[in-house]
């Protein structure tokens, strides 16, 4: 079993990057390594070095690297001349997937939704689930919450509560309303009873909206997740003011959190469900919004795209489907594994007064500032170990391993986190003895 990191500390040239790149870049900056191989948890760099993925592409490589099974899919697909992209057209590799997908996950829950093949990118999928909201109740305002990332074109930009990333939009993003997510105010105010309140308030100023958009756990706003019992009222207000409930489980799908759905048994069904990010299962782009389908009401072609479907990320996602989710076997190992993840991070935790964040394996732990969480998100790379932040003021350092990662490789990462934590937060108290 491999469980060595092995960083390369050698910085390539740049100058190409630097010249012909832009400047938009931003995790190679972090990262400034050229990485060519990749295989389950480990990424390889040109330099012979060997780094840990605790990043996992955000949550997109949850099957880890160029899963054998999930490759041999693909490449006997292209072997034998698989259609590689038809519109939206029928195609038996769509046809598979829809099959896998309505066998395994919808009908095993009792969901009963439609799939729209949006863009191939999770902001695709918001875009099409909040026109579509407006569409069918003809209203204009979106509730989303604060902290809440949904992507960057302007519809799901507007969704995001992030100002840095608002304020790249360049023109007003109108017609959203933030409301305070779970917990914002601390745990004693409960922030969906103010939403009620307001909503029943004909003198509130806050519009009956066209949908409710939330993620069960806020994966780019610092890894908050959202009781069971708050997402259940949100699903109510919704459901009593005539609003959709659209659920954003791009991040926290596919697993993430234990079952395929972040919602899965927490008692409530929400009306739309975005994902992307891991449901190709191999990195490959890949997004589809479910609704349900008295809500289908697109005329042909009304919301449209080049890329709807993605025929090798159906090949790679109907083989995860199968893989994966056939059977309780592989929730149940990643909820057994995110049970090791959260009592090492509650020691690290413990130890430096860090506080505790998120669910199943999207855990994470907020340092208190963005300063110190890249002081060790810096050390940890260079030691080998690829482990981002998010948060507010990128104070949350979150652990997004591949679900599919073993004890003894997720042992000697949290190794390297948990040294690079006692490491940072001594030299910090060096610093305030002096
Ligand atoms: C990443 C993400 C998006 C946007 O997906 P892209 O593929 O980057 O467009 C939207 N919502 C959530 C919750 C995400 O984590």
Redesign the pocket.
């Known amino acids: 079993m491999l469980t060595k990191l092995k960083p390369s500390g050698s910085i390539p040239d740049r100058s190409l990057y630097e010249r012909r790149e832009s400047a938009v870049r931003s995790y190679a900056r972090s990262m400034p390594r050229q990485f060519g191989k990749a295989e389950g948890v480990w990424m390889h760099d040109d330099q012979g070095g060997r780094y840990l993925d605790f990043l996992s592409g955000?949550?997109t490589l949850n099957y880890g690297h160029n899963h054998p099974i999930l490759k041999q899919a693909l490449l006997d697909y292209i072997a034998a001349d698989g259609i590689a992209h038809g519109l939206d057209l029928h195609t038996e590799a769509k046809a598979d997937f829809l099959t896998a997908f309505e066998e395994l996950i919808l009908q095993p829950r009792g969901l009963d939704y439609r799939a729209m093949f949006t863009g191939p990118?999770?902001?695709?999928a918001?875009e099409a689930a909040i026109k579509l909201a407006r569409k069918v109740t003809g209203r204009e305002l979106v509730i989303a919450f604060t902290n809440g990332?949904?992507?960057?074109t302007l519809g799901?930009l507007a969704c995001t509560g992030n100002s840095a990333k608002r304020s790249g939009a360049g023109v007003p993003l109108a017609h959203v309303a933030h409301e305070p997510y779970d917990g914002y105010f601390g745990p004693d105010v409960d922030t969906a009873a103010l939403l009620a309140q307001r909503l029943a308030d004909p003198s509130s100023g806050l519009d009956a909206p066209a949908a409710i958009l939330v993620?069960t756990v806020q994966?780019?706003g610092g890894l908050n997740a959202a009781s069971p019992k708050w997402l259940r009222d949100i699903a109510a207000i919704a459901q009593a003011h005539g609003a959709l409930l659209i659920v954003?489980d791009?991040?926290?799908g596919c697993g993430r959190t234990g079952g395929f759905f972040s919602f899965d048994g927490l008692g409530f069904t929400p009306d739309i469900v975005?994902l992307?990010?891991s449901l190709s299962g191999m990195g490959l782009p890949f997004?589809l919004t479910l609704l349900r389908p008295e809500l289908d009401q697109w005329a042909p072609g009304e919301h449209n795209g080049t890329f709807r479907g993605n025929n090798h990320a159906f090949v790679t996602a109907t083989a995860a489907l199968r893989h994966f989710w056939s059977d309780n076997a592989f929730e149940h190992d990643v909820l057994r594994r995110a049970g090791l993840l959260e009592q090492r991070l509650a020691r690290i935790a413990a130890r430096h007064g860090f506080e505790m964040r998120g669910r199943g394996m999207m855990r994470g732990i907020s340092v208190g500032s963005g300063e110190l969480a890249a002081t060790i998100t810096r050390a940890c790379f260079d030691a080998g170990l690829i482990i981002e932040t998010s948060g507010p003021h990128d104070e949350v350092i979150k652990v997004l391993a591949p679900l599919v990662i073993d004890d003894a490789a997720l042992a000697a990462g949290l190794d390297v986190l948990e040294d690079k934590c006692r490491d940072a937060m001594a030299a910090d108290l060096a610093v305030a003895a002096e």
């Open positions: 955000c949550s990118t999770g902001t695709n918001v990332f949904h992507g960057m799901a993620e994966g780019e954003d791009i991040q926290a975005t992307a990010k997004a």
